[in-house]
């Protein structure tokens, strides 16, 4: 798979300390830079938070990421899934300045982080480093306007500041390469001949700024279409634009909890529970029945720091339900979305 994609032409390889057990930077090693001259690819890895335990472990962990990689520098480095839950320890150790250190010193050629927090913590974190070269985020066209992966909103800030985006999940891990019957024919109406999940590819890589879109193929069969698509690449015309905001309409098209986030349930709840942020998460699980970990993870941060209540802490007390001008039955809805949150 490595030699096919050299061989057309494409030279980006991204990792992880924490990939595979640990194992994903010796297999570069041993399928690319073994193999190849250092200088015809460009190798991504990242700096995990949750690994770090003091200021020392930057240092201790990035070399041993280079001693696993067989390589004097990362071309792309990045701090590791950034978040609400994750930016304090990259603070409290200095984690952007050791960035630039370790740039200066010529270990990274390139400076940036991976991302999957909100908006505003997104601008906070440009606002207060603008050493940072790149972006990796999370952007397919169904998390487009998804409420929380919200890939539109962080693409539109990076884009408007002409940061450079590297594009994950692409195809939603796989969700994008197959479709419910009927979506799948209005694509092969238009493009015969192309798979499914070449539309996603073409989707991302047609946006201005992206820097790089990483598909994570898995097979050779993967990787032929993904070099067919992007060999002779060709940007969605404005039609085909239409056609994958239809298709995404009607994959969306499911009945969510009617909440539009006022608020007026929040002050008067005894127990703290955020209401409207848990039935975001609930919708978001009903829109992306398949992809449940970043709702649950994004609830289980509103919990653990402090931002809400639990789902099941609701004593029925009925305040909200009082006070609700969509008359939302908030307590049913809450045990609906505690089984699936809290479980
Ligand atoms: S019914 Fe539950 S969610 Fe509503 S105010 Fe009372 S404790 Fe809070
Ligand atoms: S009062 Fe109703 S609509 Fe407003 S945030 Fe609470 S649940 Fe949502």
């Not at 570069?28 to 015809?40: G, N, T």
């Not at 008067?268 to 449940?292: H, V």
């Amino acid at each position: 798979m490595v030699d096919s994609y050299m061989a057309a032409g494409l030279n980006y390889f991204d990792s992880a300390y924490v990939y595979h057990g640990g194992k994903s930077e010796v297999a570069m090693k041993e399928a690319i830079v073994d193999r190849y001259p250092r200088e015809s690819f460009y190798l991504a890895s990242k700096l995990p938070a949750w690994e770090m335990k003091s200021a020392n472990d930057r240092d201790r962990i990035f070399n041993e990421q280079l001693y696993r990689a067989g390589v004097d520098y990362f071309d792309f480095y990045l701090l590791h899934s950034i978040e609400e839950g994750h930016i304090d320890t990259y603070e409290k150790y200095d984690c952007f300045a050791w960035g630039l250190q370790k740039k200066a010193e010529g270990k990274i050629k390139h400076f940036g982080f991976s991302y999957h927090g909100g908006a505003d913590l997104l601008v906070q974190i440009l606002d207060k480093h603008p050493e940072v070269e790149f972006v990796q985020i999370q952007l397919n066209y169904l998390d487009w306007e998804n409420p929380v992966v919200r890939s539109g909103d962080l693409y539109k800030i990076l884009e408007s500041r002409g940061i450079p985006v590297i594009v994950m999940e692409p195809v939603k891990g796989g969700t994008l390469a197959s479709l419910p019957e009927k979506l799948e024919a209005r694509y092969k109406a238009a493009r015969p001949d192309d798979s499914i999940a070449s539309w996603a590819l073409r989707f991302a890589a047609s946006l201005p700024g992206v820097m790089t879109v990483l598909s994570g193929m898995s097979s050779d069969e993967q990787m032929a279409d993904n070099l067919k698509t992007f060999a002779h690449f060709e940007p969605l015309s404005s039609e085909e634009q239409e056609l994958v905001k239809s298709v995404t309409r009607a994959y969306l098209d499911v009945p969510l909890i009617g909440c539009t986030a006022c608020r007026y349930c929040c002050d008067g709840c005894p127990m703290q529970i955020n209401i409207p942020e848990i039935f975001r998460s609930a919708n978001t699980i009903k829109l992306y029945p398949n992809d449940t970990w970043r709702p649950k993870s994004y609830y289980k941060g509103l919990v653990d720091t402090g931002r809400s209540g639990r789902a099941a802490d609701c004593i029925q007390c009925g305040q909200c339900e009082s006070v609700c001008p969509q008359h939302l039955p908030i307590i049913t809805l809450l045990q609906e979305a505690s089984a699936q949150l809290d479980a």
